[in-house]
């Protein structure tokens, strides 16, 4: 804590004075910018249309004469009256900008999404985001964690948006809701339930009947929920945003206007906006909605396209990225604190309402990481820390106090005092004693699929006919030759003959050869879904396992027992009763590995340290903390310590590859 402290105060010293020097440098490069701009202009000699939206652009990011901000009488508990809310207004002489109430507003937004936070400390990290001077926040809505199964949904525990919007009003916080259905965020398959793969004809994103019947069906229920929390109803939320980036997708011109229908059907009031970077903005922009912005820097001609599509409105940067997630096998992204108070401060001069993405960015808990694909697929590692202005674990850092710093010296009113900082421990050592290889394992599965030919992971008849949407899938055929194995398998598999890992398939590797057999052997493909793709065309193909007919030598196999192996909480139960065995050393093949984590009798936050593991999963206490991987660059996993029982608490870790020895916990993150 100590520590801790002392970084507090040394990021303190560090932002004092930077608002003076920017100030004065920002006024005299103005200068030069309004006195040479027209000869530059007219060097290039640009068509007139494109002349006139340059200058309009232009004279909205004029540094602008104001006072101070005073909004502490907007606040979702103190603002009574609530005839009007968020509006956008022009007058002569005047830049556009959004009133609420009736009221000048400047928007300070920042994204939290509730799905990625333990519920237990979603008031720390809201209480956080109004320490540091934000009026708004911001989140998605994930439908394929809230609709796991057709009909089915969940707004539970970790995933009730109601009590999450509510705290946020509590807390003083307005709320802008992006509820898709498509939302992005680095989310397998961008946010949509993997059921919907199940339709062979199916087009995500269209006016494709299957498709809207569906989102139909989700908005009927969500939209219910979302409607009684609106402004209007003395609720938070005060904009609704309508789809996601749809510009760069762009394949149906009646896509976007259904969805914009189908929000105002279902009782959606509020100002409703779209969210598209400068590239795509003309695509995604529909007529009557408020178009907003996403970029990762302050530029004039970003804002070039935005003034193409309206003018006389209030700039809004619904996406301002102070840093990026990672992919398993690439580097860490990080992003200079420098940088972003920069583009804050000049979002702010020129009264420019903002959302930074991400606040805080949370962890991508279980099975829930999209994926990325530019000629290979990489999936998107655990953590989502996003080197956001708060850490993964809620903690402070450089870019918080900066823009703290940066808020006090516009708003009228002392900020809220800082939070505590939650304290982290290192716990002693973990090394697993038992271990179960995966094959004793299967009898503890539910009854396995008996099909003629291999059947993806959606489409299995299991989970009432949904399908299975996360983890691996085993599927097992006895052959009675060798030869050239072709399989089309999504995303990756380690191939066997009964026990023995002969090889692996997956991107790229379609082929492996199977060596000459003396008598009929279990041919077994253990195939791991490591996320589907969450941007771009590629959502369509996004089917996982096995996809396709399995040949030797262009021969079908056919026969095949197929486990769905979910890992799920109700697995972990059964597999107690199981008879584990004393840990080999060096043992290599998938296996579960039981250990035992003592947290003492006042749990604390940690973070794992996997040294010597290769690659799999962690579950602790039957919660799926995540994917691990030697190939980094995410070297440590969050657990929170509101997840740990005091004393002792259960871990396991399902290895695919071969046995490490212990299980380290530290008290600071390996990124």
């Not at 920002?26 to 340059?54: Q, T, Y």
Request: with cysteine; proline share 5%.
């Amino acid at each position: 804590m100590r520590r801790e402290q002392r970084w507090t105060r040394l990021s303190e010293r560090r932002v004092m004075g930077s608002l003076q020097r920017f100030s004065l440098c920002f006024s005299w490069k103005r200068i030069l910018c309004i006195l040479f701009l027209p000869v530059i202009l007219s060097g290039f000699a640009p068509r007139v249309k494109d002349k006139e939206d340059l200058i309009f652009a232009n004279a909205q990011l004029q540094p602008a004469q104001y006072s101070m901000f005073n909004w502490s009488h907007l606040t979702p508990l103190k603002l009574t009256d609530r005839s009007v809310g968020l509006q956008t207004e022009s007058r002569v002489g005047s830049k556009p900008y959004f009133t609420l109430g009736g009221h000048k507003f400047l928007i300070f937004g920042g994204s939290i999404h509730y799905f990625r936070v333990p519920r237990e400390y979603w008031r720390d990290r809201l209480l956080k985001l109004k320490a540091c001077g934000f009026n708004t926040l911001t989140t998605y809505v994930p439908w394929n964690l809230h609709e796991p199964q057709r009909g089915k949904f969940d707004f539970s525990g970790n995933l009730d948006l109601e009590a999450f919007v509510l705290m946020a009003a509590e807390i003083g916080l307005w709320v802008i809701l992006r509820p898709g259905p498509y939302i992005c965020s680095e989310m397998d398959l961008g946010g949509l339930p993997s059921w919907l793969l199940q339709d062979p004809k199916m087009i995500l994103r269209t006016t494709y009947k299957g498709f809207v019947e569906a989102v139909n069906k989700y908005f009927d229920h969500l939209i219910s929920r979302v409607v009684p929390l609106q402004y209007c109803k003395r609720g938070p939320i005060i904009a609704v945003q309508v789809e996601n980036e749809y510009g760069s997708f762009a394949e149906d011109k009646d896509y976007m206007p259904y969805i914009q229908k189908a929000l105002l059907e279902r009782g959606i009031v509020e100002l409703l906006m779209t969210s598209d970077d400068a590239k795509h903005m003309l695509k995604g922009y529909i007529e009557g909605v408020l178009a907003t912005i996403n970029m990762n820097t302050f530029q004039i001609n970003d804002f070039k396209q935005l003034s193409q599509v309206q003018r006389n409105k209030p700039i809004m940067v619904m996406e301002f990225w102070v840093g990026w997630f990672d992919t398993w096998g690439g580097k860490h992204m990080i992003k200079n604190a420098e940088d972003v108070e920069d583009t804050v401060s000049k979002f702010i001069t020129s009264e420019i309402s903002f959302n930074v993405y991400m606040f805080h960015g949370g962890t991508n808990f279980g099975f829930m990481n999209g994926a990325t694909y530019f000629g290979k697929h990489r999936g998107v590692v655990t953590s989502y820390d996003y080197d956001a202005v708060l850490t993964e674990a809620g903690d402070y850092t450089e870019k918080y106090f900066k823009l703290r710093k940066l808020f006090g010296s516009v708003v009228a009113v002392h900020l809220p005092p800082l939070p505590k900082l939650s304290p982290k421990a290192e716990y002693p050592a973990v090394k697993p004693s038992l271990y179960l290889p995966l094959w004793d394992v299967l009898q503890y599965l539910n009854k396995p699929v008996i099909s003629h030919t291999p059947v993806n992971m959606e489409s299995l008849p299991i989970n009432n006919g949904n399908g299975q949407s996360y983890g691996l899938v085993l599927y097992e055929t006895f052959i009675c030759c060798g030869g050239s194995l072709h399989a089309n398998v999504q995303d990756t598999a380690q191939v066997f003959l009964n026990e023995k890992n002969i090889g692996l398939l997956g991107d790229g590797i379609k082929k492996l050869n199977i060596p000459k057999i003396r008598e009929c052997q279990l041919l077994r493909i253990l195939v791991e879904n490591q996320g589907r793709v969450n941007f771009s065309w590629k959502i369509q193909d996004q089917r996982k396992g096995l996809t396709g007919t399995v040949t030797i030598d262009n021969i079908p196999l056919n026969g095949f027992i197929i486990y769905s192996l979910e890992m799920t909480m109700s697995f972990f139960e059964r597999l107690r009763s199981a008879t584990w065995k004393p840990v080999r050393k060096n043992y290599s093949g998938p296996a579960f590995y039981l250990g035992t984590l003592k947290a003492g009798s006042s749990p604390k936050d940690t973070f794992l340290r996997l040294l010597n593991w290769n690659y799999g999963f962690v579950f602790i206490n039957g919660r799926n903390l995540g994917r691990y991987s030697i190939i980094g660059p995410q070297e440590t996993l969050y657990l929170p310590g509101t997840w740990l029982h005091p004393r002792d608490n259960e871990i396991i870790l399902f290895e695919k590859r071969k046995s490490g020895s212990y299980i380290q916990t530290i008290d600071e993150p390996k990124l």
